[in-house]
């Protein structure tokens, strides 16, 4: 398996742009994360306007919670959110780190990007592979059922 992750620096943040296909209510951002060694701090998704301005925050993770020092992380890792999009419009999602982020060589958080899950985006998706391809990044909706619809 090759992986191709993005570092988070000190007081950096990471970003992947989307557009809304359709109005939905917003429970979970899921990035593709990577956690190598023992960094401190904590991490945390913030989600954006096509601006640039703040629309909500996630929950503040201890990067400690994610993984075991002793151990790689790499996987999806779900941030509670609680936003809704509008169809048509675009939206920006950055990890930032918090907390007294520390990092080195061998001790960080990076997130990945999407060019090992192969047929995970859309063709039309460009560029979909390589090295630019998009941020593993899932949108996990929150949907309401009344009774008899489901």
Partial sequence: ?????YEAGNGDSLSQVLAATRNQ????VVPYLMVQGAPGGSVYVQMQDENGGKIVDSGTISIATIADSNEVFHGWYAFGISASVRS???YRFELKTSGGYSYGASDFVAWCNAWELKNRYLPSYAPAWGALAPLGLDIWERRYFQKGEF
């Fill in 1 to 5: 398996m090759q992986v191709i992750a």
């Fill in 25 to 28: 209510s917003i429970a979970y």
């Fill in 88 to 90: 048509g419009l675009s």
